[in-house]
């Protein structure tokens, strides 16, 4: 990870994100924690589905292995 | 994993958590022990279909290289 | 794999477990070895379509880097 | 990564780029910062989906890994 | 790989075996030799398309990452 | 890379080359750079979309753990 | 890669092979090099569509990461 994706992960714990993983899996919930190999943390997180559906999930913990984005929510 | 993520598991041994899996496995069961790969063993696990049902497995072992999340069930 | 994991697998050698692989294969068959990255023997192996019909296979060796869960089966 | 694959990315810091990962998503955005991993930071992203529609993203952290090319916009 | 899953091999070199590998491609043949990566060396080899008609292919060499499974074929 | 795969894409700098790669991307273009592990950069690149309708992308750089194969396009 | 399949390419440089790679992509073509990763270069090269029509590639370097199997074709 770059220092930059470091500094941003860091500056948004508390903060909405969203991530896509593999398997067409999009989340969205508080980033909780992170470590070097994109292994997340999430709390109060909503599973999205294609049809645009939530489920609610709370705690998520996401293998960084499948994740392929990451993107704090900013409105 | 991040030591939050681990503190997460560790707290929740005993509960009941859903894991989602490559190949778009579902799985909803009591998680009996973990290890820094995110292997994962589960007991009287229920697999949960893309249609809703369920089918019960019991005692589950999960490799980690397959594992997109964990989310422990709360309610 | 976790101590549990491996005491599981090592309880049920020469009991039928399922087995879930990438490709979506499912095989149900005695467990007669295994090692520690999941590589797998089954004797007396069905593979389950996704129809529900059924197949017979034998004695199977399944590389371990494919597998998905493993699951004892107890009735 | 080629020496001059370094050369373009660092030369296009700050420049609007297009990135296609596995999973067939498509990102479009103002290069921040890359690592040798490939790991990348876009800020001002657009999701650009199969259907032509985008979606705006903003800050994103895109796990190298599942990266498949990143290209440069010049218009 | 396992000491059995090593001993089954060895025992089946000369003998039909099924394998099924990623891409969902099963080949039928000859087990001719492997390696502890079950790179796999087949004769006299058929593929079995989804649809149940065969091709044959001969001598065949088999990434071993990409094995899924191996059965010998008893009858 | 074997000698000759080097020796190849050493003679063909500067020529046109085809790479196809995971997620069926395919992408024409013109043989910038490359390292041993195949990671590439193209330049007045095109992708060809499988309805064979194409897009100009320009400058390319292309992570090598995705590439299925290149080929120098001689005409 | 074992003895046996190191030889069996050895004896077929310079002879027509089949080769299938993930992604589905089917090439035939006559062997010219190889290294122990499966790395390949194919020349005179077809690709084979899924609907059985050619396509003239030449000249092919494949990656051995992708590749499934290797099929020396002997009419």
Redesign the interface.
């Known amino acids: 990870?770059?220092?930059?994706?470091h500094k941003?992960?860091e500056e948004n714990v508390g903060n909405i994100v969203?991530i896509?993983?593999?398997?067409?899996?999009a989340?969205r919930g508080k980033l909780?924690?992170?470590?070097q190999h994109?292994?997340i943390?999430l709390d109060d997180?909503e599973e999205i589905r294609s049809d645009g559906t939530v489920r609610k999930?709370?705690?998520?913990?996401?293998?960084?292995?499948?994740?392929?984005?990451?993107?704090?929510?900013?409105e």
């Open positions: 990870m770059s220092d930059t994706a941003i992960l969203l896509k993983t593999r398997e067409g899996v989340l909780k924690s992170f470590d994109l292994n943390v997180t999930l709370g705690l998520v913990v996401i293998r960084g292995d499948n994740v392929i984005l990451i993107s704090p929510i900013t």
